[in-house]
């Protein structure tokens, strides 16, 4: 899918890393070469605000372990090129997308970037971790996302939120067969969830059950063997 153009963003917060911005541009220009990604203008601008705002509140509280400072390799293809590449395999036309465990807002957020016509429902349990997400929304200007302060499972007590996404996201969450019932509840019949994974494991847990089944795997970044498995939830009648 062509990565469209996203609306301006405001300018970042004042140079928290050890890069300057021309290194940055330089850094994830290069990352997204080597991914077969062509950025949209506006794209990169954009992505180094939500990066830099993120690298900025990781010094106060938790929300990576990845070296951020840096914008090394690794935290660069994590971070902003593994969810460019999944963004490639949304569906066509305007798509709903719920991401479970948004934690520091990636891949959440940099597929809403590359995206800006996706309407997005963050999920996140943790009160400081949810307020950097609401600010990374507001400074972004981040149109049709919302964050749910919330556990999952609480959220499905709400009918309105049954069968409404077309892509269910999640990283950094357990992938048990439990989890992944619970979470197709959210999805539309036809819908996917998008699992982002590892090197290491299966791509799916070996007991998972109808109306679930895997669909592809997709390679993210090869320098770290990363892959997004794809389920597709079943139609009615199938």
Same mark, same amino acid.
């Given at each position: 899918?062509?990565?469209?153009?996203?609306?301006?963003?405001?300018?970042?917060?004042?140079?928290?890393?050890?890069?300057?911005?021309?290194?940055?541009? %330089?850094?994830?220009?290069?990352?997204?070469? +080597?991914?077969?990604?062509?950025?949209?203008?506006?794209?990169? %601008?954009?992505?180094?605000?939500?990066?830099?705002?993120?690298?900025?509140?990781?010094? +106060?509280?938790?929300?990576?372990?990845?070296?951020?400072?840096?914008?090394?390799?690794?935290?660069?293809?994590?971070?902003?090129?593994?969810?460019?590449?999944?963004?490639?395999?949304?569906?066509?036309?305007?798509?709903?997308?719920?991401?479970?465990?948004?934690?520091?807002?990636?891949?959440?957020?940099?597929?809403?970037?590359?995206?800006?016509?996706?309407?997005?429902?963050?999920?996140?349990? +943790?009160?400081?971790?949810?307020?950097?997400?609401? %600010?990374?929304?507001?400074?972004?200007?981040?149109?049709?996302?919302?964050?749910?302060?919330?556990?999952?499972?609480?959220?499905?007590?709400?009918?309105?939120?049954?069968?409404?996404?077309?892509?269910?996201?999640?990283?950094?969450?357990?992938?048990?067969?439990?989890?992944?019932?619970?979470?197709?509840?959210?999805?539309?019949?036809?819908?996917?969830?998008?699992?982002?994974?590892?090197?290491?494991?299966?791509?799916?847990?070996?007991?998972?059950?109808?109306?679930?089944?895997?669909?592809?795997?997709?390679?993210?970044? %090869?320098?770290?063997?990363?892959?997004?498995?794809?389920?597709?939830?079943?139609?009615?009648?199938?």
């Amino acid at each position: 899918m062509a990565m469209p153009v996203v609306s301006r963003a405001r300018r970042g917060p004042a140079r928290t890393s050890g890069v300057t911005t021309r290194e940055f541009q %330089e850094r994830l220009l290069r990352r997204a070469r +080597k991914a077969g990604l062509r950025l949209a203008p506006g794209l990169a %601008e954009a992505l180094e605000a939500y990066y830099r705002l993120l690298d900025l509140w990781n010094r +106060k509280i938790n929300l990576t372990a990845l070296a951020v400072a840096e914008a090394d390799d690794a935290a660069m293809d994590r971070l902003l090129i593994e969810p460019l590449v999944a963004a490639r395999h949304l569906p066509a036309g305007p798509v709903r997308v719920t991401d479970i465990g948004s934690g520091g807002g990636s891949p959440a957020i940099p597929m809403k970037l590359a995206t800006p016509g996706m309407a997005l429902r963050m999920v996140e349990a +943790k009160t400081r971790k949810s307020a950097f997400l609401r %600010e990374a929304v507001r400074h972004l200007q981040l149109a049709d996302t919302v964050v749910e302060t919330a556990r999952f499972e609480e959220l499905l007590s709400r009918p309105e939120l049954h069968e409404t996404s077309d892509v269910v996201t999640l990283r950094a969450v357990r992938v048990e067969v439990r989890v992944l019932l619970g979470l197709q509840a959210f999805l539309r019949p036809g819908g996917r969830v998008f699992l982002f994974r590892g090197p290491s494991g299966a791509d799916v847990p070996g007991a998972l059950t109808p109306p679930l089944a895997w669909e592809v795997t997709h390679t993210l970044a %090869e320098s770290s063997s990363s892959r997004l498995v794809v389920l597709r939830k079943m139609p009615y009648g199938q």
